[in-house]
């Protein structure tokens, strides 16, 4: 089956077209630039611009299934490409794959997209969405990316949409790495000494384009799925990695809402150093910490998130040699 996956270059991407060549699958790899592994099987990359709509036709011509990923992750409060490229770019994927007579796309939307803040600590589906205008935007504009897919959705395209919750695991060939695995480095090389408080339900990325997958093959159109793994504390997770690591992990912690109350204060020296670590966004999804009931994705998909202290191991193994890494997870796969 020939599919299309946009982002194709990214986190999320690499690791699911993997899984798309070893089903044996012809995959259009869709990105504005190429990166340099393209050694893969099976796959063809295009050169295509979420925000163009001409771009996206050529791009999605003849594919069966199209798998959307692209979106601008910020913690930042106000970002105009982020609200840009996660609503206008979901529209114009779903607006093409419509037009081109895709049988199925599958839209990776986040956790994001519901009210972390409100939900009284526990997420399903059912849950209320990120509306209020004083959540971040990237909270916003997740929901809102949906909200123009749904109105594909009800113009004759069959979509299904997926919510992962954090992600992180092997393999990340991004620069930088992603948030979450750039910190379980430093903690495998004994560089946390202390950890912010608070937790994220965190899932392996691998089992998220497992989910995506299962999506594609057996969700219901219109409907949402929460691709979760399991709830865990910064502190406990930053252990994992460093005793993987044969290392000494963070000793203590240091409470959000204390650090909170200096944001006035951090957030700004953040922007100068370029960074939206340290922001209300930031903070603000430790402190909420919801439980993510992941049940109907398990039910209806078939979906099986691996163990945190799997991926974690995992993850220690691909900072180690990148290369032997892949070569053995992929003859697990196999």
């Known amino acids: 089956?020939?599919?299309?996956?946009?982002?194709?270059?990214?986190?999320?991407?690499?690791?699911?077209?993997?899984?798309?060549?070893?089903?044996?699958?012809?995959?259009?790899?869709?990105?504005?630039?190429?990166?340099?592994?393209?050694?893969?099987?099976?796959?063809?990359?295009?050169?295509?611009?979420?925000?163009?709509?001409?771009?996206?036709?050529?791009?999605?011509?003849?594919?069966?299934?199209?798998?959307?990923?692209?979106?601008?992750?910020?913690?930042?409060?106000?970002?105009?490409?982020?609200?840009?490229?996660?609503?206008?770019?979901?529209?114009?994927?779903?607006?093409?794959?419509?037009?081109?007579?895709?049988?199925?796309?599958?839209?990776?939307?986040?956790?994001?997209?519901?009210?972390?803040?409100?939900?009284?600590?526990?997420?399903?589906?059912t849950s209320a969405r990120s509306t209020e205008p004083a959540l971040p935007v990237y909270d916003r504009s997740k929901w809102a990316g949906e909200v123009a897919l749904r109105a594909e959705i009800d113009k004759g395209l069959d979509a299904v949409l997926c919510n992962p919750t954090g992600v992180f695991g092997p393999a990340d060939f991004s620069t930088p790495l992603s948030r979450i695995n750039r910190t379980l480095r430093d903690a495998a090389q004994g560089r946390i000494p202390a950890m912010i408080g608070g937790g994220f339900d965190l899932v392996d990325v691998r089992d998220v384009a497992e989910g995506l997958i299962l999506a594609s093959e057996r969700g219901r159109t219109g409907e949402n799925y929460l691709l979760g793994g399991s709830m865990i504390s910064m502190l406990d997770l930053c252990r994992l990695a460093a005793r993987h690591g044969g290392k000494k992990g963070p000793k203590f912690t240091i409470s959000p809402k204390l650090i909170g109350g200096l944001i006035p204060v951090l957030a700004p020296i953040g922007k100068l150093l370029g960074t939206d670590v340290v922001s209300r966004a930031a903070l603000g999804a430790l402190i909420s910490a919801p439980v993510v009931d992941h049940a109907k994705a398990e039910r209806e998909l078939g979906y099986q998130p691996r163990p945190t202290d799997e991926t974690v191991r995992d993850l220690v193994e691909f900072f180690i040699d990148p290369d032997r890494f892949i070569q053995r997870d992929v003859r697990r796969i196999a």
């Open 1 to 125: 089956m020939k599919v299309a996956v946009t982002g194709a270059a990214g986190y999320l991407g690499t690791n699911l077209l993997r899984l798309l060549v070893d089903r044996g699958h012809e995959v259009i790899a869709v990105d504005r630039v190429a990166p340099d592994r393209t050694e893969e099987p099976n796959v063809t990359w295009v050169s295509g611009d979420v925000l163009d709509p001409a771009s996206m036709r050529t791009a999605l011509a003849g594919a069966e299934i199209v798998y959307h990923l692209v979106a601008v992750i910020t913690l930042a409060d106000q970002n105009d490409l982020a609200w840009k490229v996660n609503t206008e770019g979901v529209r114009v994927v779903a607006e093409a794959a419509r037009e081109l007579g895709v049988r199925r796309m599958v839209h990776a939307s986040s956790i994001h997209a519901f009210d972390q803040y409100s939900c009284g600590g526990r997420i399903d589906e």
